[in-house]
């Protein structure tokens, strides 16, 4: 596994790297946010509780846990919302996979479409945001189960620049960032 550097930030990176659980509450928060910053988020959570663990986010008041992912600077634009959904993602890792979030690629020794069809049924997930992660699982974490790159579908092509599944250092960021926008652009010139 290469070294992460998804948030450009040593400390950020490192735990997502470490951390599997780190890694999936960063993709559930990247969502109408600059993506290193979705990814900055676990980061900002772990220095607040102390560590980054399912179980402990799942077993936590909820209004606590809501205020603590609100301080300043929030984890996310939409800290009540996004509170919620992460305490619902832990609490989905801690039922169905005994806390372990690497369990959802690695119990039963899943293929890719498997692996895609356990991250579609996670709260927050919805099928490009499954396909995007199925494709940095497989890119830059090491976790390559037969078909992977076919359910990732475009995502998990080689020598593309379309997600955070492409981030490796500041140049391919910068990639990413203008493939998004340049589709945004184009589908709002599609609708006009």
């Given at each position: 596994m290469a070294?992460?550097?998804?948030?450009?930030?040593?400390a950020?990176?490192?735990?997502l790297?470490?951390?599997p659980?780190?890694?999936?509450?960063?993709?559930?928060l990247d969502q109408?946010?600059?993506?290193?910053?979705?990814?900055?988020?676990?980061?900002?959570?772990?220095?607040?509780?102390g560590?980054l663990?399912?179980?402990?986010?799942?077993d936590?008041?909820?209004e606590?846990?809501?205020a603590?992912v609100s301080?300043?600077p929030?984890?996310h634009?939409?800290?009540g919302?996004?509170?919620?959904?992460?305490?619902?993602?832990?609490?989905?890792?801690?039922?169905?996979y005994?806390?372990?979030?690497?369990a959802?690629?690695?119990?039963?020794?899943?293929?890719g479409p498997?692996v895609?069809?356990?991250?579609?049924?996670?709260?927050?997930?919805g099928?490009?945001?499954?396909?995007?992660?199925?494709?940095?699982?497989?890119?830059?974490y090491?976790?390559?189960?037969?078909?992977?790159?076919?359910?990732?579908?475009?995502?998990?092509?080689q020598?593309?620049?379309?997600s955070?599944?492409?981030?490796?250092?500041?140049?391919s960021?910068d990639?990413?960032?203008?493939?998004?926008?340049?589709?945004k652009a184009?589908?709002k010139?599609a609708?006009?």
């Amino acid at each position: 596994m290469a070294k992460l550097q998804l948030v450009q930030d040593p400390a950020a990176d490192a735990l997502l790297e470490s951390n599997p659980f780190a890694l999936l509450v960063g993709m559930l928060l990247d969502q109408q946010i600059p993506m290193e910053v979705a990814f900055a988020g676990p980061r900002k959570i772990a220095d607040r509780m102390g560590d980054l663990d399912a179980r402990e986010i799942a077993d936590y008041d909820p209004e606590k846990f809501i205020a603590l992912v609100s301080e300043r600077p929030a984890v996310h634009r939409f800290p009540g919302s996004m509170g919620k959904r992460v305490q619902d993602l832990a609490r989905v890792i801690v039922d169905d996979y005994d806390g372990n979030a690497a369990a959802l690629w690695t119990v039963g020794d899943p293929d890719g479409p498997e692996v895609l069809r356990r991250l579609k049924a996670l709260p927050g997930f919805g099928d490009q945001k499954a396909r995007i992660f199925l494709a940095l699982l497989g890119k830059q974490y090491g976790v390559t189960p037969t078909g992977w790159r076919e359910a990732a579908g475009d995502y998990g092509k080689q020598g593309t620049h379309m997600s955070v599944a492409d981030v490796v250092d500041a140049g391919s960021l910068d990639k990413v960032r203008a493939f998004k926008k340049a589709t945004k652009a184009a589908a709002k010139a599609a609708k006009a």
